[in-house]
C-alpha cells in the first residue's frame, strides 16, 4: 500500500509519462540557459521525479535543491508540444521535499512557520505586520538603519533583502473599497480578490481594477478580510495548507451561483485559484463548489475581453508603454494577448513590443529571497531588454514582478515607471 504522504507516486502516472524529452522546453527554462545542464532543465527534473516515483532516487538534499533551484515559471509548459502538467508535477516535487525534510534547518523552519503557518494564513495578522512596515517606512527608521549600515554588520542577509521590502500603503483595500458597489447601469455581477501583496503595496491597484469594472456595468462584491489564496504555499510545497486557504477562499463567497466571474488581478494568485477542483478533488464537502469556482475565476483582462467592453473615453497623459508579462498569467493561464489589446486600446498610450516580454524577471514568487543570486540574473537579463525599448512606462499584471521591476530599474536608474495595465484603464474612465 503506497503511503499516503507518498506525493510523487500519489500522482497519475501518465502524468509523469507525458514528457517525450523532446527538449523544445530547454531554450525557455532561465535555469538550463544559465547553466547548459540537463538536471537544472524541465526534462532533466521531470526525469529525477519519475526515478522518485519509481524508486529508482532517494529524496535527497540535492534532489530538494535542485526543485527549488526551478523558478516555476511555467514557459516550459507554453513550448511543450505534449502538454506536459508541469506545475502540478513542481508542487507535487515540492511537497515530497518537505515530506523527506531533506532541507530542513532551524532558520528556514522558522522562516516557513512564520510566513506559510502564520502571516499567509492569518488576514489580520498579516495586515498587522504591514502596519508595522508602513510605521517603520513612514518614521524614516528604514532611511536611517540603511544609513548607519547597522543591518549589515549584525545581519548581512536582512541588510540585502530590506531594500526590497515593499512600500506598504496607507490604506489597506477594505478602506478603498465598500463590500459591494453598484455601476449606475448593471449588467453583471462579480466577486473581487484583493490578494495579499496587492492588498499591503497595491490597494491603489485594486481601487482601479473595481472602478474598471463598475465603468463596464459590474456590481462588485469584494469580501471583507479576504484570506491569502494558498498559491504561496502550493508552490512551496504545504498543500495541506493550500487545501485550507482554499476551503476558506471559497467560503468567502456565500452565494457563488449568482456571480457571473470571481475577478483577479494578480497573475500569480489567478494561475493557482484556476486550480482550486484539482486541489481539492478529493474533499467530498468542497469538489462541486471547486469545480464552479474554477469556472467563474477571470483574470481582469480576461474577463474585459470577453465582455462587450466599454471603450475608455478620455485620453491619458501621452506616453510610450511596454509590457511585461506575468509568467503565471502568460504560461500559467495563457492570457498574454489580452493585457497588450487593452493597453492599445487606451486613447495616449504609444504601445511598444518588449524583446523577451514573456521570459521570467527572476522573481518568481519568492524566489529572489531564497535564490538571490540567480534571480538577479534574470533580472540583468530583463532590465537589459528594457533599457532597449523608448518606453518610459512598463506594465505588468502581478504584484511579484512589480516590485521585482521596480527595484532593477531603481538600481539601474533606467528612469521608467512601473504600473498595472488596469492602473492605466482607470485614469482613461476618470
Known amino acids: 500500500m503506497q503511503s499516503a504522504q507518498n506525493f510523487l507516486k500519489e500522482l497519475d502516472y501518465s502524468v509523469l509519462q507525458q514528457c517525450m524529452h523532446c527538449g523544445m522546453c530547454l531554450p525557455t527554462c532561465p535555469t538550463?540557459?544559465?547553466?547548459?545542464?540537463?538536471?537544472?532543465?524541465?526534462?532533466?527534473?521531470?526525469?529525477?521525479?519519475?526515478?522518485v516515483a519509481d524508486d529508482e532516487?532517494?529524496?535527497?538534499?540535492?534532489?530538494?535543491?535542485?526543485?527549488?533551484?526551478?523558478?516555476?515559471?511555467?514557459?516550459?509548459?507554453?513550448?511543450?508540444?505534449?502538454?506536459?502538467?508541469?506545475?502540478?508535477?513542481?508542487?507535487?516535487?515540492?511537497?515530497?521535499v518537505e515530506e523527506k525534510g531533506?532541507?530542513?534547518?532551524?532558520?528556514?523552519?522558522?522562516?516557513?512557520?512564520?510566513?506559510?503557518?502564520?502571516?499567509?494564513?492569518?488576514?489580520?495578522?498579516?495586515?498587522?505586520?504591514?502596519r508595522l512596515i508602513y510605521l517603520y517606512q513612514q518614521s524614516g527608521l528604514d532611511r536611517a538603519l540603511r544609513k548607519s549600515k547597522l543591518l549589515n554588520w549584525l545581519a548581512p542577509e536582512l541588510a540585502a533583502l530590506e531594500p526590497m521590502t515593499p512600500k506598504i500603503c496607507h490604506h489597506f483595500s477594505d478602506t478603498l473599497i465598500k463590500e459591494q458597489e453598484?455601476?449606475?447601469?448593471?449588467?453583471?455581477?462579480?466577486?473581487?480578490?484583493?490578494?495579499?501583496?496587492?492588498?499591503?503595496?497595491?490597494?491603489?491597484?485594486?481601487?482601479?481594477?473595481?472602478?474598471?469594472?463598475?465603468?463596464?456595468?459590474?456590481?462588485?462584491v469584494t469580501p471583507r478580510n479576504q484570506t491569502c489564496c494558498g498559491s504561496l504555499h502550493g508552490h512551496n510545497g504545504a498543500p495541506e495548507l493550500a487545501k485550507e486557504l482554499a476551503r476558506k477562499t471559497i467560503d468567502?463567497?456565500?452565494?457563488?451561483?449568482s456571480l457571473d466571474a470571481i475577478i483577479s488581478n494578480a497573475g500569480g494568485c489567478g494561475s493557482h485559484l484556476k486550480h482550486y477542483h484539482r486541489l481539492l478533488s478529493d474533499d467530498p464537502e468542497y469538489a462541486e463548489k471547486a469545480k464552479l469556482?474554477?469556472?467563474?475565476?477571470?483574470?481582469?483582462?480576461?474577463?474585459?475581453?470577453?465582455?462587450?467592453?466599454?471603450?475608455?473615453?478620455?485620453?491619458?497623459?501621452?506616453?510610450?508603454?511596454?509590457?511585461?508579462?506575468s509568467c503565471h498569467l502568460c504560461h500559467g493561464q495563457k492570457v498574454s494577448q489580452q493585457p497588450r489589446n487593452l493597453l492599445k486600446l487606451?486613447?495616449?498610450?504609444?504601445?511598444?513590443?518588449?524583446?523577451?516580454?514573456?521570459?521570467?524577471?527572476?522573481?518568481?514568487?519568492?524566489?529572489?529571497?531564497?535564490?538571490?543570486?540567480?534571480?538577479q540574473r534574470q533580472l540583468d537579463r530583463k532590465m537589459e531588454q528594457l533599457a532597449k525599448t523608448d518606453a518610459t512606462?512598463?506594465?505588468?499584471?502581478?504584484?511579484?514582478?512589480?516590485?521585482?521591476?521596480?527595484?532593477?530599474?531603481?538600481?539601474?536608474k533606467l528612469g521608467k515607471q512601473v504600473v498595472h495595465p488596469i492602473s492605466l484603464l482607470a485614469q482613461a474612465y476618470r
Open 182 to 220: 453598484k455601476a449606475i447601469e448593471g449588467k453583471y455581477k462579480v466577486g473581487f480578490l484583493t490578494g495579499c501583496v496587492q492588498d499591503l503595496a497595491f490597494s491603489n491597484v485594486n481601487r482601479d481594477t473595481v472602478d474598471v469594472l463598475l465603468a463596464n456595468r459590474c456590481e462588485v
Open 346 to 375: 487606451i486613447p495616449g498610450l504609444v504601445y511598444e513590443e518588449l524583446p523577451e516580454a514573456n521570459r521570467c524577471c527572476g522573481s518568481a514568487g519568492i524566489y529572489n529571497i531564497t535564490q538571490p543570486e540567480e534571480s
Open 393 to 412: 512606462v512598463v506594465a505588468t499584471a502581478n504584484p511579484g514582478c512589480h516590485l521585482q521591476l521596480q527595484n532593477g530599474i531603481k538600481t539601474g
Open 293 to 325: 469556482w474554477d469556472a467563474k475565476l477571470k483574470d481582469i483582462h480576461e474577463f474585459l475581453a470577453e465582455i462587450e467592453m466599454v471603450p475608455p473615453p478620455k485620453k491619458v497623459h501621452s506616453q510610450s508603454v511596454t509590457y511585461h508579462d
Open 252 to 257: 468567502q463567497f456565500e452565494d457563488l451561483d
Open 102 to 130: 531533506v532541507l530542513d534547518h532551524p532558520e528556514r523552519r522558522f522562516w516557513r512557520w512564520l510566513t506559510l503557518k502564520v502571516l499567509f494564513r492569518y488576514p489580520r495578522l498579516l495586515r498587522a505586520a504591514g
Open 57 to 96: 532516487l532517494t529524496v535527497t538534499e540535492a534532489f530538494g535543491e535542485e526543485m527549488y533551484y526551478c523558478l516555476g515559471c511555467l514557459a516550459c509548459t507554453t513550448a511543450c508540444p505534449a502538454g506536459v502538467d508541469y506545475a502540478h508535477l513542481f508542487e507535487s516535487a515540492r511537497a515530497q
Open 32 to 51: 538550463y540557459t544559465t547553466t547548459g545542464k540537463e538536471k537544472n532543465s524541465p526534462r532533466g527534473r521531470i526525469s529525477l521525479m519519475r526515478a
